[in-house]
Every structure is written in C-alpha cells, then in structure tokens.
C-alpha cells in the first residue's frame, strides 16, 4: 500500500516524470518463500502494460515452478490471440547444470549457466525485453560460475527503459549495491518447521 | 530454493501425504514491497494445478493493481475456453471504503468491509474455492472494523482443503499465532528513499 511518496525529492535535475519512469534493478533475496513469486507476481503488472516480458530460469527441474511458467505460456498465448498483455518468453537457462540431474560435470554446468548470462547480456544490449526475470540467478554468481562484476557493468550500461528483477538467497554486496530496490523475504513461521513438507500448487 | 526437508518429523499420527496436503493459511507481511505480488505468483501455481483461485481485495482504488487483476481475469478465460488452469473470481470488497473515493462515512466503509468478510466465511463454510488470496485485508482488521477473533475461528473451521493467503503491514497477533506460514517483506533499499516516485508496471 505504497503511498507513492518519495522520503526525499533529489536534485539531481530530473523532471518527476523522468524519475518516475527510469529503468529499475530490482533484487529479492532472503531465506525466506516469495522471492520468486513476488518477481512474476511484478511480471504480471509488466504484461498487462503490453511490456515483452522475458523469463530466466537458473534452476531447472521436472516439477519445480511449472506453476508459473504454464501460467506466464498461458498468458503469451492470450496475447498473441487477443492483443491484450504483452508477448512472454520463458527460458531455462543451462538446463545442464541443475542439481535434480545427474549428468555432467560441474565444469559443464558453469559453462552452461555462463552461456545463458550472455545471451542475457545481448539481449540486454539489443534492448529485446522491458522486463526481464532472472529466476534464482544469485546461485551461479555465489559458485563464481558468472563473474558478478560483468554482470553489474552489464546492468549498468543497459540502454533504453529495461527492468530487472534478480531472485535468490544470498545475493552478492556488490549486485545489492547496483540494485535501485532489494527486498529480503524473511522467516517469521514456516511449516516444515513443524514437520510439514512443501506441496503442490504451494512450493512450485 | 526449498530442498522440502521437514527440519523434524512431527508425531503428530498424520502420514507423510495427510501432513503434505494440509490446507495452510499464509501471511504475506512486512513494511516493503512484495507482499501482494507474491500472493498472485502463489496464485499462479494454484491456478496451473486447477484450483478455484478466489481473489478478495480490501483496498479499492481506480488504477491500483489492474495489473494483477487484468492478468487474472486473462488466466480466467483462458481457463473457460482452453479448460487448461482453473477458474478464477475477483471480487473488490467494500468498494465503498478506499481512501480514494471521496463519498461515504467510515461508517459505511467498516460495514462494507465486515460485509465483505461474512462472504467469504461463507464461501470457506461451503467450500468454494480452493486457494483464497485476501489481499491487503491486515487493514480492516488492524482498524477494528472486522474482529480478529471471528477470524481466527473461521480459518480454524473451515472445511476440506482451502488455503487461504493474506497480506498487508502490520498483521495482528492473533493472526500470525494461527497462521502455518508468515513472510516478512524488510526493505533493504528503496528507490523511493532515493527521491524516486512510483511506477506504472512496477508499483501498479
């Protein structure tokens, strides 16, 4: 229930509307459940305006987040039925590399999730998406699979009106510090603390 | 990131699937940005699994939040046309008593509120839908228009398996004690403390 005031009005000699409308970086983090499901909750806000949407998967597993994905596919077909929303585009990024598969080694698995960096990289310097979802992207940086520094410089000269939203435990100092909004999604009761294990059409 | 390890196994008499499939209220609380996004990204899931989703907003307001709503209404009829997901209800509640609507006493907002919640108890009474979102509902309840404790005792008695999540700051006490899982959202940077105003896509 934000009352759209800013604390501070800077002079930085901006307009309001220029203000208003620069590009964000956004990071949820935390131990906490909701880190994914606030950053496509914001997707849906993004598509309704007809932005292109772009989705990152970092994690890939059989079952995990086939919530989202089907209802993000979903709602890239509607656009492209119905004109309303925008276009999605949904990847999971080194496929190879998850922890739920047995194949390859980890080498593979660094060079997979480092491919998909740079496919995000170039699609950030083609200006491709007006929001991207980079989906448990702070566990390849944490390995040192993607170099944190090339990630902040690429956020930093990104052209255009382009949006990001990071999610993951344990995001690095320093993408914190390039980040314009970080939220941590903390614990106050959880049930597997009670014993309770995750379910369907709850955990993914 | 949940590995769905139980950190201690409950003797509770409950088999590994009854506790799995316990329907759970949510709390989605905390001064920072995320709380309502991250009930419509759990929605999602819900919706991918064929779930009745039953949205129930407390705060009404002209442009507030059209873009989950747009996306959920999309999802709706894709659902009725394509019957992939589930179906899908969004009701305003108490459209009466927004800060943004100049008419009516506060009176007459508490009523509209408290109106609103005896419909859903009775949808939860019967059944209706299998995951509620009750979104910025912390507020009716923290200005007494609806008692915390009738609450409490409907989710407590409800019947059959519906999940039901609810956001807003300042969630009373009583709520979180009877609640199976309660998120904070804490802010770790803001734009707005930088002078930045809200943004269509992003705030809305």
Redesign the interface.
């Known amino acids: 229930?934000?009352q759209?005031?800013?604390?501070?009005?800077?002079r930085?000699g901006l307009t309001?509307r220029q203000?208003?409308?620069?590009p964000?970086v956004v990071?949820?983090?935390?131990e906490?459940?909701?880190k994914?499901?606030?950053?496509?909750?914001?997707a849906?806000?993004?598509?309704?305006?007809g932005?292109s949407i772009g989705v990152f998967q970092f994690?890939k597993s059989a079952r995990w987040?086939?919530?989202?994905e089907?209802?993000?596919r979903?709602?890239g077909?509607?656009h492209e039925t119905?004109d309303?929303?925008g276009p999605v585009e949904w990847h999971k990024m080194g496929e190879g590399w998850s922890w739920s598969r047995k194949k390859g080694t980890e080498q593979d698995h660094a060079t997979a999730a480092l491919e998909g960096w740079r496919e995000i990289a170039r699609r950030l310097a083609g200006g491709r998406h007006?929001?991207y979802v980079l989906d448990?992207f702070t566990?390849p940086l944490k390995w040192g699979w993607i170099d944190v520094d090339e990630v902040v410089a690429t956020l930093r000269d990104r052209p255009g009106h382009q949006?990001v939203v990071i999610t993951?435990?344990d995001a690095p100092a320093a993408l914190?510090d390039a980040?314009?909004?970080?939220?941590?999604?903390?614990?106050?009761?959880?049930?597997?603390?009670?014993?309770?294990?995750?379910?369907?059409?709850?955990?993914?």
Chains 1, 2 share one sequence.
């Open positions: 229930m934000p759209g005031k800013p604390a501070v009005v800077p930085d309001t203000r208003r409308n620069r964000l990071v949820h983090t935390g906490m459940k909701g994914s499901t606030a950053a496509f909750g914001l849906l806000r993004g598509w309704n305006q932005w994690v987040k086939v919530g989202e089907a209802a993000f979903a709602l077909r509607w119905t309303e929303g007006t929001l448990e566990y949006h993951g435990r914190i980040a314009d909004l970080v939220v941590e999604m903390t614990k106050v009761k959880h049930p597997m603390d009670g014993g309770q294990k995750g379910q369907r059409g709850i955990e993914w």
